[in-house]
């Protein structure tokens, strides 16, 4: 036989290893998505998924699903807040009157289910500032109650900002008589704020619509509370002071309006405005020597082009 004739050996492939078997859940697992603590306006929905994993043990279970609540008032007669407990079919628990809440649900569940659920808290609107509730979501096997998990939900009531309409012009004095009425009992009026550029609103930081709706009835030029919550973000501009320099620009022509020079006019040359300060030079001057003066001792009468 030739050494030609002799086949070449095949290289063998590295065997390849199988996948490892996913593991293997022996007990109730929730998992939440989200944050499971919310600060809640008045009135407001908050929702919070969850997910419960079910044994996989080649066997299937009765899952029983019992909600408890916890509610925690600032004030005696503080409203309670609204629970409901869905699934994907439907409503599972609610805290109603009519409801039986000490109930609990059951469900047959396949090995390795993993089964949702949406828990839907409502603040009441005549909610108190810092009443909170607390919703517990227990979970268990019927056919082997140690093997459970439970879910707990925080919600706290905050207040909201509001925005009264008000007629144009009138808005200090409407701000004033909503001070004024909230002052003598505690309506849940927290500020008042009225914005020397808006035109026809006053902000009013309160804890709810309905309680600052019967505040402000009856204050003249009063025109209703507009649907829904302001942002901090748009109105902190207003709370921020400007520069007593903000709008002056190297070149505008001012006018002088108290000081030795009150009268005079000028053109801007400098602004300082970490000094608030601004240097001008006086047009009737007979040397141009610079005057370094404060932004508010000047009016603009006429802007840079």
Do not use: C
Not at 187 to 204: C, D, E, H, M, N
């Amino acid at each position: 036989m030739s050494l030609f004739d002799i086949e070449p050996k095949k290289k063998e492939e590295p065997k390849k290893e199988a996948p490892p078997p996913p593991p293997t859940v022996k007990a109730l697992q929730f998992t939440v998505q989200g944050e499971t603590k919310k600060m809640m306006a008045s009135g407001d929905s908050a929702e919070f998924e969850m997910s419960l994993k079910v044994p996989d043990d080649g066997a299937p279970h009765v899952l029983a699903i019992k909600v408890d609540t916890v509610f925690a008032a600032t004030e005696e007669g503080s409203p309670e807040w609204f629970v409901k407990l869905y699934d994907a079919i439907g409503l599972v628990w609610e805290n109603s009157p009519s409801a039986d809440q000490s109930t609990e649900h059951t469900f047959e569940v396949m090995p390795g289910q993993e089964k949702s659920f949406t828990l839907k808290i409502t603040s009441p609107t005549g909610a108190r500032y810092g009443d909170k509730i607390t919703v517990l979501v227990n979970a268990s096997l019927k056919d082997n109650p140690s093997m459970n998990d439970v879910v707990t939900i925080h919600a706290t009531a905050r207040q909201s900002m509001l925005a009264v309409k008000t007629s144009i012009g009138h808005e200090k004095t409407v701000a004033d008589a909503i001070a004024s009425r909230a002052k003598p009992k505690p309506v849940g009026v927290f500020a008042i704020l009225s914005p020397a550029t808006i035109r026809g609103y006053v902000f009013v930081e309160a804890m709810n619509t309905d309680g600052l709706r019967d505040l402000v009835k009856g204050v003249r030029r009063t025109r209703g509370i507009v649907k829904g919550e302001t942002t901090f973000t748009e109105i902190e501009h207003f709370l921020t002071p400007k520069p007593i320099v903000s709008g002056i620009v190297e070149g505008d022509i001012v006018e002088l309006i108290a000081g030795p020079f009150k009268g005079e006019k000028a053109r801007v040359q400098q602004i300082d405005e970490a000094k608030e300060e601004i240097t001008v030079e006086l047009f009737e001057a007979m040397v141009p020597i610079p005057v370094t003066i404060r932004g508010d001792h000047v009016r603009v009468l006429e802007k840079e082009r």
